[in-house]
């Protein structure tokens, strides 16, 4: 459990759940033992995002979740949402700040400096990067009423599991990777959707001591993983 599990089965254990208590709520005996507040869908979005806090390595969605719930609860706090999406966007993922990054920073003789880490923010518009990285650790991605394309083939996975964390509002991304790279994809998508159109080789045998996770939301928004041979 340390390692989280699959945003899949909490979405299980939601519609088990959710179906119990519509069941329920047909009898009158069963009826008095659930709350009011049981009913409304806000309370779910909440109940979700504290299910994948907890139990799922996608913290992004679990945050995502609990906000929509809290903000249609208090909707005089909806312009705290760009407050949130502002730090993220500033700070990170785990805190540092996207100005300590350099990604396909040149030296003088116009080479690229290897990079561990990247960001890419997209906000009405479009954009496009290349990483350069020996040791490839991770970045973050968010895409609002924009778009997103990220491309990895010059670059190197590093040991252990790296993490791309992706957010996309109204608004897409693409993720580009060598096709021996083994990738895992839990990216909750709400009203959305984030695909994997990677070319598949049955006869590929990939490092089981390196795996890139990719993981967020996707509201009213999509994204890909693909592989370009």
Known sequence: MAKGI?????????????GFVMFAQNYEQFQILIPEFVYEWQTWFIFAGILF???????????????????NLFPELWPLILVLIG???????????????????KTENGEHKSTEFFEQVSLFGGGKKVVFSDNFKGGNIVSIFGGSEVNLLNSKLADGENIIEVISIFGGSSIIVPHDWKVEVD???IFGGFGDK????????????????????????????KTVF
Request: charged residues 15%.
């Open 6 to 18: 699959h945003g899949r089965i909490i979405i299980g254990i939601m519609l088990v759940l959710i």
């Open 53 to 71: 806090l907890l139990l799922a390595r996608n913290k992004v969605a679990g945050a995502v979740l609990i906000s929509i719930g809290i903000f």
């Open 87 to 105: 730090l993220y966007i500033i700070y990170g993922r785990g805190g540092r700040s996207v100005f300590h990054f350099n990604i396909n920073a």
């Open 187 to 189: 990216v909750l998508p």
């Open 198 to 225: 990677r070319r598949t080789d049955p006869n590929q045998v990939y490092d089981s001591n390196k795996l890139l996770i990719i993981k967020g939301v996707a509201i009213f928004g999509g994204g890909e993983v």
